[in-house]
């Protein structure tokens, strides 16, 4: 049986004082999302692996929070080209901040940040950075 890796994250928009900006946003993003491959083959990034809030209006929530995971096989010998589907995705969408989540059975965890120069990104904008952390957890001989 070949090792799995686990991917999962979240993608945050910002609040908006102006409701009707904010619902603009949402649309644009839950766009994005839609536009994703889905069921076809083995794509890097599917529509199945997200979900977020379906109400186009903000009721009790302030921010769009889009969450996403997925099990892949090894998926780390593929990483930059996952990571280049994940960019293509987040330059489709209205965000302030991304994480994700790589744990696998051999490497280890790593955290990956996306932050952006000014502070959000909105579609086509290119002032993204991504950073990199490796986490290891120790086990029982440290």
Request: hydrophobic residues 35%; proline residues 5%.
């Amino acid at each position: 049986m070949e090792p799995e890796s686990i991917v999962y994250g979240c993608i945050r928009d910002w609040p908006s004082a102006e409701p009707e900006e904010s619902r603009q946003r949402r649309r644009v993003n839950l766009a994005a999302l839609n536009a994703l491959p889905q069921g076809e083959g083995w794509p890097f990034i599917g529509r199945e692996m997200f979900s977020y809030c379906q109400r186009e209006d903000e009721g009790p929530h302030q921010t769009q929070v889009i969450h996403f995971g997925a099990s892949y096989r090894t998926i780390e010998y593929e990483w930059a080209l996952w990571v280049r589907h994940f960019e293509a995705l987040l330059d489709e969408l209205y965000w302030t901040s991304a994480v994700v989540h790589l744990e696998t059975e051999l490497n280890g965890t790593h955290t990956f940040r996306w932050e952006t120069e000014t502070g959000s990104h909105s579609p086509h904008q290119r002032d993204v950075r991504m950073r990199c952390a490796w986490e290891r957890e120790s086990g029982v001989l440290g």
